[in-house]
């Protein structure tokens, strides 16, 4: 084992050692329970079962038969979350095929990040996740279910599903995945189309032309964001049915992964003779964060992440850091290039080896822990296999990995990979803690020092962008865009400005308390600065034309400004005006608590505590 991974793991262990004690002795006391329908009053359960069939109640009261739950993000605004809307009529036949019976617990929320891309709709996002969390809680608090399936992939709704079921962590859970997009136009075509339109030199009709052959059909985008970080991250956690992450909707194969995922929640749920019960609060320990901490880092996943299991992590009892995440980068490779690291999408990805390869790589390198509890078994090696073929029985085929990458342009084997660190760097200095992710940025734009120019709001600076304003070396500061400012927005619609400012041969960065989507990548970014500006951070010290220096390579983070005179520089603040218009407004009056309460990103941006 890799001495870096086990020092992580050991430092994670010890600083969590009492939250983590006192989070599985609750567990413990839940497990200690009867059954839920066996515990509850007669008119609870005749409620529960109320509307079932006459032979599911009669499964339940007179046989005490195994009873799933479903928490389901199904709408149809989401193209990866679309294909849920048959799920719970497939997994109750599978249910009742293997003599169990199944309800749906609840649904949750779900936002499309696309959707809301620049728009206001985007400062719900980030709470949507706690939303979803505490909309998991609800579904889950009917608390007569064996085991639930938990049915979610995209950006904030896998963390807020995992979240959720965590303040269940006596409850075993199995996530179940349907799938991405069939390939469209590439990502690199798409982003060039963008960047065309950003300079007036295509109309909106060749944009939407472009952007509609790039998202045309059911499943999960097919960059590699969030949404499909979720799901390598799932599979490194052991959460899945092995290799079930970018099995496409429509195939056959997708049909018999949701039918296994059925059978081993029952498996796990400790109904079932021979099969001890696997708590989710249990499975997920610190080795399995770090198991997802370095798939994250070995295949460039999202830096929304870095928030997001920050509050996974705790939502066990298990503290973990930005310093955690950047010590475990300087020795996990990069194993993976998917757009917007590469010009793959995660068809390719998954065609070249996917997150078996990866897993497979990782373990046999030591740079993963190998013997934790999975939904498949007692170790993370089932995970090294790929889906092939649906059996005779309906059963789902798996084969080993070949040794070799089936694109080595991909994903590439531990011993020969496209870098050796992860491209995740934890940066500070006078600007506060930052992090950026540098495996999408050229090599030669790892360092950036120029003058910064000031923006508090995306469109003040696509405004500055359209008149020709950043036309110079600039470091872009776009401040009160934290969570507390206005839910900390992804500011992904400044990539192709800014980029088109970096093809001209300009050096640019961005500096920003806000966030970026796991889809941004070219542009070099100080992301998710903490202190935020809002909060009385360093970025409200700064003024236009001060010298920012962003520095990749040595986690420099840093406005040049003599340290008296910044000691002494007034705090600029959010006139009350521009405060409102975060305030009010589509819904956003209704996460004033949020704000209010939120902590920092570092500290995974949790709401409820
Ligand atoms: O994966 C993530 O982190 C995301 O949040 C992706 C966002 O949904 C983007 O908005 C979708 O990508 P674009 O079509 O480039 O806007
Ligand atoms: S990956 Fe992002 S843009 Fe695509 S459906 Fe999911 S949330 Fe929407």
Known sequence: MNSTLIEVTERIRERSAKLRGDYLARIAQLNNRQRGFERMGCANVAHAVAALPSNDKLRIVAEKGPHLGIVTAYNDMLSAHQPYEGYPAQIRAEAHRLGATVQVAGGVPAMCDGVTQGLPGMELSLFSRDTIAMSTAIALTHDVFDAALLLGICDKIVPGLLIGALHFGHLPCVFVPAGPMSSGISNSEKAKVRELYAQGKVGRDELLASESAAYHGAGTC??????????????????????????????????????????????????????????????????????????????????????????????????????????????????????????????????????????????????????????????????????????????????????????????????????????????????????????????????????????????????????????????????????????????????????????????????????????SGKVPAAIHVSPEALAGGPLARLRDGDVVRVCALTGALSALVDDAEWAAREVAKLDPAEADVNAHGLGRELFAGMRRNVLSAEEGAVTWL
């Open 222 to 519: 097919t960059f590699y964001g969030t949404a499909n970080s979720n799901q390598m991250l799932l599979e490194a956690m052991g959460l899945h049915v092995p290799g079930s992450a970018f099995v496409h909707p429509h195939d056959d194969l997708r049909g018999a992964l949701t039918r296994e995922a059925v059978a081993t929640a029952l498996n796990i749920s400790g109904r079932v003779p021979g099969h001890a019960a696997k708590p989710i609060g249990q499975l997920v320990d610190e080795r399995c964060i770090v198991n997802a901490m370095a798939a994250l880092l070995a295949t460039g996943g999202s830096t929304n992440h870095l928030i997001h299991w920050v509050a996974v992590a705790r939502s066990a009892g298990i503290l973990i850091n930005w310093t955690d995440f950047s010590d475990l980068s300087a020795v996990v490779p990069l194993l993976a290039r998917v757009y917007p690291n590469g010009s793959a999408d995660v068809n390719q990805f998954q065609a070249a080896g996917g997150p078996g390869f990866v897993i497979r790589e990782l373990l046999d390198a030591g740079l993963m822990h190998e013997d934790v509890v999975s939904v498949a078994g007692d170790s993370l090696r089932p995970y090294a296999f790929v889906p092939r073929a649906v059996g005779q029985g309906g059963e789902v085929r798996r084969e080993p990995l070949a040794a070799e990458s089936g694109d080595d342009g991909v994903v590439r084997t531990a011993a020969a990979p496209f870098s050796a660190t992860g491209g995740l760097k934890l940066l500070a200095g006078n600007l506060g803690r930052a992090v950026i992710k540098v495996s999408a940025v050229p090599e030669d734009r790892h360092t950036i020092e120029a003058p910064c120019r000031v923006f508090t709001t995306q469109e003040a600076m696509l405004a500055a962008f359209k008149n020709g304003e950043l036309e110079r070396d600039v470091v872009v500061v776009v401040r009160f865009q934290g969570p507390h400012a206005n839910g900390m927005p992804e500011l992904h619609k400044l990539t192709p400005p800014l980029a088109v400012v970096q093809g001209k041969g300009f050096k640019v960065a961005l500096v920003t308390d806000g966030r970026m989507s796991g889809a």
